[in-house]
């Protein structure tokens, strides 16, 4: 069984601040993780995969997370806040010969002018 | 190319009507899924499809059935349409395994009164 816990459903930063959105993950097997992005009336785009290749994973617009298994944890990060990056963000997991993606229940990040 | 489309992009339902949301994909992709989003749930798998002609339940699939008779189209009905079933459904494919990236669809908003 696999599961992802994201805490914190909401997340307001002030604009040019740091953005932490924290993704904790539970696999029985080494996982491959996913940050997902959803915009207003859209639907989910991908910003970054984590597939055992290097453990800092960078992405689009300028956002990274680290996968650390000592921690059980895939963070994700941005230096500096931009308004655009208002939406709602989630992790997901699985592992290799799985077809499906478990999805954690999102966090919403509002950006402060 | 489209990607992944959706149709139709809303609805409103009476209790105990029945309807067929389409979804269909023009990336050649393998597998297709059914997803519901409801707040502070996440994304929840319906049902979803490992190939033409085959299809699976997922964490959701009580009170809906789904087919996939051509590779790029999945199909999700409702047979008694319930208020319960009030949310957004996101429709997504990918190539298959190793390549667990989904591609999603814009999302149907479907209320039933």
């Known amino acids: 069984a696999q599961s992802v816990t994201q805490l914190g459903s909401h997340v307001s930063v002030s604009e040019g601040a740091l953005v932490l959105l924290r993704c904790n993950y539970s696999s029985s097997v080494p996982p491959y993780l996913f940050w997902y992005v959803q915009y207003p009336n859209q639907g989910l785009q991908l910003l970054l995969k984590?597939?055992?290749?290097?453990?800092l994973v960078k992405g689009i617009n300028g956002f990274e997370a680290e996968f650390k298994k000592s921690e059980t944890s895939f963070h994700l990060t941005k230096p500096s806040a931009h308004m655009s990056d208002a939406a709602e963000y989630f992790c997901?997991?699985?592992?290799?010969?799985?077809?499906?993606?478990?999805f954690g229940t999102g966090t919403r990040l509002t950006i402060i002018p | 190319n489209a990607g992944v489309t959706q149709t139709p992009k809303f609805r409103v339902l009476k209790t105990g009507q029945s309807m067929t949301l389409l979804c269909a994909q023009d990336m050649n992709h393998e597998y297709m899924y059914w997803y519901r989003q409801d707040p502070g749930m996440g994304l929840r798998l319906i049902h979803y499809?490992?190939?033409?002609?085959?299809?699976a339940k997922g964490e959701v699939p009580d009170g809906y059935n789904v087919s996939r008779l051509k590779k790029q189209n999945f199909l999700l009905g409702l047979e008694s349409a319930a208020p319960s079933q009030t949310s957004v459904y996101f429709c997504a494919s990918n190539l298959g395994l190793p390549y667990n990236e989904q591609f999603f669809g814009p999302g149907i908003r479907l209320t039933v009164l």
């Open positions: 499809s490992v190939g033409e002609g085959t299809t």
């Open positions: 984590y597939t055992s290749a290097a453990t």
């Open positions: 997901a997991v699985t592992n290799f010969g799985n077809e499906k993606l478990t």
